[in-house]
């Protein structure tokens, strides 16, 4: 029942753009500060890009600083993640995910989308 589902992903030449948007359904994301992380092969989970329940607190890893905003439409009941100058580094797994707290340590958060897939490459 509830459930965050991530989409947008896609293959994407280095340099260009791509929008993730994370949809709540069962619940409303008004109440709940929103991460983005994203996981690699062979890497551990990290966290990209958070902000608060009111959207006045955001925070990006040092990583993404300048190519990535996150913002949220809480009428839309979506959260987005726009990326631009995308690397090939940036290539994972993305996930959006549901807490308490605007803080990129992944264990802080409750519910999870299923990810989508990220990839930067020519």
């Known amino acids: 029942q509830l459930q965050l589902v991530e989409s947008g992903g896609g293959l994407v030449q280095p340099g260009g753009s791509l929008r993730l948007s994370c949809a709540a359904s069962?619940?409303?994301?008004?109440?709940?500060?929103i991460g983005w992380f994203r996981q690699a092969p062979g890497k551990e989970r990290e966290g990209v890009s958070c902000i608060s329940s009111s959207g006045e607190s955001r925070t990006n890893a040092n990583s993404v600083k300048g190519r990535f905003t996150i913002s949220r439409d809480n009428a839309k009941n979506t959260v987005y993640l726009q990326m631009n100058s995308l690397k090939p580094e940036d290539t994972a797994i993305y996930y959006c995910?549901?807490?308490?707290?605007?803080?990129?340590?992944?264990?802080?958060?409750?519910?999870w989308g299923q990810g989508t897939q990220v990839t930067v490459s020519s």
């Open positions: 069962g619940f409303t994301l008004t109440n709940y500060a």
């Open positions: 995910a549901a807490g308490r707290y605007a803080v990129l340590q992944w264990r802080e958060y409750d519910f």
